[in-house]
């Protein structure tokens, strides 16, 4: 009886794995034909962990739940599925801080770590002073670690980040403030990344970004990023992405979440944020994800002025626009110039090198009976408000509605 090669089975259950559901039921299965089978699919089984409620990161289906005895008796009976363990995600409750010494225990049998989010699902969590700083280094501090992410964590030791030479992507989310090592130690060498995320409060974290080595050289080094990705929250937090926007010399996907209702682009100065990086910038992403009444319901007011500015030589060739609309059928006709505007702007030839366009609006609220008018308006809101870039030949155009949980493409 004929057999299929052992690596064409490899990739079959790769795939198996890749579009399994919650829990891996298919991959389980599949892992109790063999020996062989078994040890191909372990490998997905246990490469994603998410230790306590999963709240960040990637979706369900990727990742297996345990809690923290779960974890520590299967790493204790099968230490060698330690090694296997690739990303943890481990959101912090009350009930670990004083499981610390098992934690301990249990992290300290993981090795080849690459990708680590922490979170405390109730408040924040003081980093520099709790029982479980000690189990958290271990899986920081990991050689093989390429990307962080901290969210809902106050008082980080900055001092903690000197050993992770490996680390590529750093990512912080909602509250995050740091704190100076006590001794004042420096840094013996740079943190090369190519990928950073501050979610909230550029500020907050602007000590990463002024702290040197013993060489008097940047702890972070932003010569490679490619990938920079800013909140604006306040008028000190639009200096502070300034500032990170004009030391990046090869960013290639810029993403500027604005979330404050009295601030627009132009107030924010987009063009001047972005000018240090047009030259290498392919990607941008613009985020106006909160309703601003005070601007007459008109989420792009600004927006079409700094774009004006951004045509000419520029190699940017793919642009997401994502607004936030209250659920009524005045924003449309207060908006109504400016997605015209926009429309013309982005389909000129001084944007000659743009090959994509999404546009995603989504309604505040959740779905009504008398929303219906409004989404019939929005439905045809391509063919009526932008019919350059919905028949354009040149440039893909990609509009959405998210309305409620459900996300309408059109």
Same mark, same amino acid.
């Given at each position: ?101 098992? +934690? @301990?225990? $249990?992290? *300290? =049998? ?8 922490? !979170?405390?699902?109730? &408040?924040? #969590? ?84 002024? +702290? @040197?080595? $013993?060489? *008097? =050289? ?8 490619? !990938?920079?990705?800013? &909140?604006? #929250? ?177």
């Amino acid at each position: 009886m004929p057999t299929l090669p052992f690596e064409l089975i490899e990739v079959i259950l790769d795939i198996v794995a890749h579009s399994d559901g919650p829990g891996f039921p298919s991959t389980k299965t599949c892992a109790l034909v063999c020996y062989d089978f078994h040890q191909i699919c372990r490998k997905h089984i246990f490469a994603s962990i998410a230790l306590g409620p999963i709240t960040i990161g990637t979706v369900q289906a990727t990742k297996t739940n345990a809690s923290s005895a779960e974890l520590h008796q299967l790493l204790d009976d099968t230490p060698e599925i330690g090694a296997l363990i690739r990303n943890l995600e481990f959101c912090i409750q009350s009930v670990h801080l004083a499981e610390h010494c098992i +934690l @301990q225990r $249990t992290f *300290q =049998k993981i090795s080849h770590l690459e990708n680590l989010a922490i !979170d405390r699902e109730d &408040g924040e #969590f003081q980093w520099n002073d709790n029982s479980l700083r000690p189990a958290l280094l271990h899986l920081l501090q990991s050689p093989t670690l390429c990307h962080l992410r901290l969210q809902n964590i106050s008082d980080f030791l900055v001092a903690d980040l000197f050993p992770c030479v490996s680390l590529r992507g750093l990512a912080f989310s909602a509250k995050f403030t740091v704190f100076d090592s006590p001794d004042r130690r420096m840094p013996e060498g740079p943190l090369r990344l190519r990928r950073i995320k501050v979610g909230h409060h550029v500020e907050s974290i602007a000590k990463f970004f002024s +702290l @040197q080595c $013993t060489d *008097q =050289k940047p702890f972070i080094d932003l010569e490679k990023l490619s !990938d920079l990705s800013v &909140g604006i #929250f306040s008028r000190s937090d639009i200096a502070h992405s300034r500032l990170l926007f004009s030391r990046c010399k090869r960013l290639s996907f810029a993403r500027i979440s604005v979330s404050t209702p009295w601030m627009d682009f132009t107030q924010i100065g987009l063009f001047e944020m972005l000018l240090p990086t047009v030259q290498t910038l392919k990607h941008l992403m613009i985020e106006y994800p909160y309703y601003n009444k005070i601007r007459d319901d008109n989420p792009l007011t600004g927006l079409t002025i700094e774009l004006e500015k951004l045509k000419g030589n520029y190699n940017i060739e793919y642009i997401t626009i994502s607004v936030l609309l209250p659920p009524v059928l005045d924003c449309m006709e207060n908006t109504e110039s400016e997605w015209r505007r926009l429309d013309t702007i982005l389909t000129s030839s001084a944007w000659s090198n743009l090959r994509a366009v999404s546009l995603k609006i989504k309604l505040l609220g959740h779905p009504r009976v008398d929303h219906l008018e409004l989404m019939s308006l929005l439905e045809k809101h391509p063919a009526t408000h932008l019919p350059n870039l919905s028949s354009s030949k040149a440039i893909l155009f990609n509009f959405s509605i998210h309305r409620g949980s459900r996300l309408a493409q059109m």
